[in-house]
Nanobody, 127 residues
Framework: QVQLVESGGGLVQAGGSLRLSCAASGRTASGRTFTSYSVGWFRQAFGREREFVAA???????YYSESVKGRFAISRDNAKNTLYLQMNSLKPDDTAVYYC????????????????WGQGTQVTVSS
């Protein structure tokens, strides 16, 4: 069973930066390890639905939502089984709980396409 643990959230002023991490362990139902599945970041603001932020495939292909493109960067360190999200030029609208998610297969942007989720880490951007 895949386990995902996020860290790095906190309170930051608008224009600031944060780096989120997601430590992965375990295997998928078909036996895949971190190095061979796609992972992504989603976020959920208070009173809103969970939305896609960014994703990266096992081979390093990336995809971003339009709202974060150019400000956020997703990366992975397969040797450390860790996913990262570097967030720059943060805005109050980026305030949300950020979740790490994993799936077998290629990059996807819908929540129902991911079978494994972390507990989330809060990011608060003050104006």
């Amino acid at each position: 069973q895949v386990q995902l643990v996020e860290s790095g959230g906190g309170l930051v002023q608008a224009g600031g930066s944060l780096r989120l991490s997601c430590a992965a362990s375990g295997r998928t139902a078909s036996g895949r390890t971190f190095t061979s599945y796609s992972v992504g970041w989603f976020r959920q603001a208070f009173g809103r639905e969970r939305e896609f932020v960014a994703a990266i495939s096992w081979s390093g292909d990336t995809y971003y939502s339009e709202s974060v493109k150019g400000r956020f960067a997703i990366s992975r360190d397969n040797a450390k089984n860790t996913l990262y999200l570097q967030m720059n030029s943060l805005k109050p609208d980026d305030t949300a709980v950020y979740y790490c998610a994993a799936r077998e297969g290629p990059i996807a942007i819908m929540t129902h396409q991911y079978g494994y989720w972390g507990q989330g880490t809060q990011v608060t951007v003050s104006s």
